[in-house]
């Protein structure tokens, strides 16, 4: 018994392991078709420097404003930096505001950061969505909004002073979500949603599979008779060997693409493509 086994499993290997695929992308397309929320937070990675301390004149400096009279003004000490950041709803199941269990809060790695002013840029359906930013402390700004549904979202600038460089993060909970999406988290996703479109492909290939093997129980006396067994059985092996090897070579370019944290250039442009059109600023 266990010699017919292994040999079943000699002769139909490759049909076994599209069939394999075939279940695990089946798999894949049913959670991808469950109803998630799935908010999705980008920081552009390019940044406007608006002062730079260091190679200023002397006698130049940045005076804020610290009151809404303008009456109150305190001189900033340190750099001044714009940077741009992105909020939407990736997910097919709406985020509404009776979902946020805890406030959503946007805030800069820097101890000594000070947010000097922001701004809302762009909100998808503005009238539904009434997306509001607060400033709350020196490095914190709180995020509201009434309801995002798929797609819909907003982008918004901090001017801070402190550290250039400094990340810009959020902080809340939500309901049913785990976590937040980063930049990185979504080029995961998308891989992820590719690998699973490749395993669709590879299930189209189970099927072929399964015809060759019908194929080969029918046909194949008569391509032995045809070309000869040798010839035959050689020809059988390079077709198997190199569907598989075609396969396999695809997983791992997915994999290792998957693995490797690509450069602040390609994710620059990965983030310009992730966003969705109804957020960006008319001057992207």
Known sequence: M?????????????AIAL?????????????????????????????????DSEAASDGLRVIAPQSDDLK?????????????????????RPIRKEDILRRLRLSLGDDQAQVLSVRLLKVSRADIVDARLFSEEDRSVAVDFRILEQGDGFSGQIIFAGDP?????????IEGVHGID?????????????????????????????????WSRFVSPVGRRLLGPARWDRLGQVIGMGTAAVVLLGMVLLVVRALIKPPANEMQKFASSAVPASIRPSTD
């Open 72 to 92: 109150d003004t305190a001189v900033i000490e340190g750099d001044v930096t714009a940077l741009r950041f992105y909020f939407w709803n990736a997910g097919n």
């Open 165 to 173: 460089a400094a990340q810009l993060s959020v902080d809340g909970v």
């Open 182 to 214: 980063d930049a990185y988290a979504m080029r995961t996703d998308l891989l992820v949603q590719k690998v699973g479109v490749f395993l669709g492909v590879v299930a189209f290939f189970a099927v072929v599979a399964l015809v060759i093997m019908l």
């Open 2 to 14: 266990p010699t017919r086994a292994a040999q079943l499993l000699r002769d139909n290997w490759l």
């Open 19 to 51: 069939a394999l695929a075939g279940v695990a992308s089946s798999y894949y397309f049913y959670l991808r078709g469950q109803e998630v929320r799935q908010p999705v937070f980008v920081v552009d990675p390019v940044r406007a420097y608006i002062f």
